[in-house]
């Protein structure tokens, strides 16, 4: 059975602490995801990576930093929360263009 | 990315059919996905289309693609109070400096089913 995996379902940081988001597949896909999700904006793309030490910005990467040293891991860092970083944390990770990505079951942060 | 559009929220009543309308942005996705999202959880993949078809069927569920109007559909017959959900559309896009290939989702259309 594939599997998604992030390391925590929930939790509460405060402001200017230094946070980690793990995600870990076992599925040896190249490309995985870090998706935040709100309340009426729908999913927006954070980061990703199609393969070892390689990362592109998505559309919201501000805030945030990331790194993939081994292929079934990926991290998002928060280096200094924020209030506004409080939100849903979606992890996804898919082998190539045409096929479909799997998503972990998500982290939600709280700042406070 | 840009944006992918869908209705924010859809009422309907049990045994009814459901029509969750997207309209989609990059006309050279090879791949159209439609995901749900239960309460708490994370996104599932429901179904996709391959952009040279313009219809697939599974079981309750039937996408249709209009690629000249770039619009796609998704409708669940006989719609039940488990198929209550958030239901996402989503396109395969080329995003990054080095062209790597992403999905673009929709903000997503939250499925009520009454009773």
């Known amino acids: 059975d594939v599997k998604v995996t992030q390391s925590s379902r929930y939790l509460v940081k405060r402001t200017g602490e230094k946070v980690f988001l793990e995600c870990v597949q076992d599925?040896?896909?190249?490309?995985m995801f870090w998706y935040r999700q709100d309340p009426g904006l729908g999913l927006r793309l954070i980061y990703f990576?199609?393969?070892?030490?390689?990362?592109e910005k998505g559309d919201i990467p501000e805030g945030y930093s990331v790194s993939r040293e081994k292929k079934e891991r990926f991290s998002l860092i928060l280096e200094s929360a924020s209030t506004n970083q409080t939100s849903m944390y979606l992890c996804?990770?898919?082998?190539?263009?045409?096929?479909?990505?799997?998503f972990g079951q998500g982290t939600r942060l709280t700042v406070v | 990315g840009e944006d992918v559009e869908q209705s924010l929220f859809l009422s309907v009543r049990e045994g009814d059919s459901s029509v969750i309308n997207c309209t989609y942005t990059d006309s050279s996705s090879t791949y159209l996905y439609w995901y749900k999202q239960e309460p708490g959880a994370g996104l599932q993949l429901l179904t996709y289309i391959f952009s040279n078809m313009d219809m697939k069927q599974d079981q309750r569920l039937t996408v249709l693609l209009n690629k000249k109007d770039k619009h796609l559909s998704l409708r669940i017959a006989d719609t039940q109070t488990g198929d209550s959900a958030i239901y996402f559309c989503?396109?395969?896009?080329?995003?990054?400096?080095?062209?790597?290939?992403?999905?673009?989702f929709g903000k997503g259309t939250s499925l009520l089913v009454t009773p």
């Open positions: 599925m040896d896909h190249e490309n």
């Open positions: 990576s199609y393969d070892v030490k390689m990362k």
């Open positions: 989503a396109e395969s896009i080329v995003a990054g400096t080095n062209s790597g290939y992403a999905l673009n």
């Open positions: 996804a990770s898919r082998t190539g263009l045409a096929t479909e990505a799997f």
